[in-house]
């Protein structure tokens, strides 16, 4: 087995943004990281492919918080990842478009409140309740506060919700505008998943990081590699060995590619 393998301090399985974050952060501490993706690009669904000379991003449409200071400012900018963040139109990031109807979701709680307001005059209470909770959900998660709230809502679905309220179905409907990010209906998702995923965007913005999802991934992978770090690509894990309880050795291909001193190939794309 390669040395660098052989010393390393932690091996993450899977390049995706959660396993580079870790990564990137545990090698700026001094730990030697190795990361192990199957794909020939690290990033996972934060990929962008070329198809046809076009390029397309796997998953990456809207990211929100991404304001100086917000929260990937502050993940990002001590690892020495500069990324230029494009923010979506704050008058409607996110359009509706019904057959007799076109909604706008905007920026700011006020903003969303009139808006909701002028397509629902009858609702006015629904709204009102429903923008309470969720901001008191947001706040209580990522703000560090109201506590009693998250406790009393969670095991509430988004449904749940909604049928306390009594709101009707098309208000339902462009409440929900953000679930294409999470793909489950009301009844399955739980409130406090939605109501902090709907409050980022809602309170500092979408944005989306010129360059794609890719500039991310790319920027993860040249902290770790900066900080002595390997990131090995096209190497799938297919098995991991437990010695006493403790992880041996992951794979053979990890062992196989490892040994051949396959050095892996650079993705890096900026606009
Ligand atoms: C269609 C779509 C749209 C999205 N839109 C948005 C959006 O607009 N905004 C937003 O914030 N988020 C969005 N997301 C979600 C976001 O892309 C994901 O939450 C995030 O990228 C997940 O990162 P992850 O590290 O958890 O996992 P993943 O990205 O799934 O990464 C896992 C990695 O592990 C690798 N792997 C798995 N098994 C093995 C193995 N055995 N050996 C080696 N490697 C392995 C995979 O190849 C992959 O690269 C979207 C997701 C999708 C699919």
């Not at 929100?64 to 963040?85: A, H, N, S, T, V």
């Not at 709204?127 to 109201?146: A, P, S």
Request: aromatic share 8%.
């Amino acid at each position: 087995m390669d040395r660098s393998v052989r010393d390393a301090d932690v091996v993450i399985v899977g390049s995706g943004i959660g396993g580079l974050t870790a990564g990137a952060y545990l090698a700026a501490i001094g730990k030697k990281v190795i990361v192990v993706e199957r794909h020939s690009v690290a990033g996972g669904n934060a990929t962008v492919f070329e198809h046809k000379g076009y390029e397309f991003d796997v998953g990456v449409h809207y990211v929100g918080d991404c304001q100086p200071g917000g929260m990937f400012d502050r993940l990002l900018k001590p690892l020495g990842i500069e990324i230029e963040w494009l923010e979506l139109d704050p008058d409607g990031f996110d359009t509706l478009v019904y057959p007799d109807m076109t909604f706008r979701f905007p920026k700011g709680v006020e903003r969303l409140r009139e808006r909701l307001l002028e397509h629902f005059p009858t609702e006015a209470e629904g709204i009102d309740g429903f923008l309470d909770v969720t901001q008191k959900l947001n706040r209580g998660l990522v703000g560090g506060g109201d506590f009693d709230t998250l406790m009393q809502y969670q095991d509430q679905t988004l449904g749940d919700l909604f049928d306390d309220l009594k709101l009707s179905p098309r208000l339902r409907g462009v409440l929900c505008a953000q679930n294409g990010t999470y793909t489950l209906p009301p009844g399955r998702v739980s409130v406090i998943l939605h109501s902090v995923l709907m409050m980022h965007y809602v309170n500092a913005g979408a944005y989306y990081p010129a360059g794609g999802g890719q500039v991310i991934a790319d920027g993860l992978k040249e902290a770790i590699e900066r900080n002595g770090g390997e990131v090995f690509l096209q190497t799938p894990v297919k098995r991991i060995i437990v010695d006493g309880g403790r992880c041996a050795a992951s794979s053979s291909s990890l062992r196989r590619r490892c040994a051949s001193e396959a050095s892996p190939t650079r993705s890096t794309r900026r606009s």
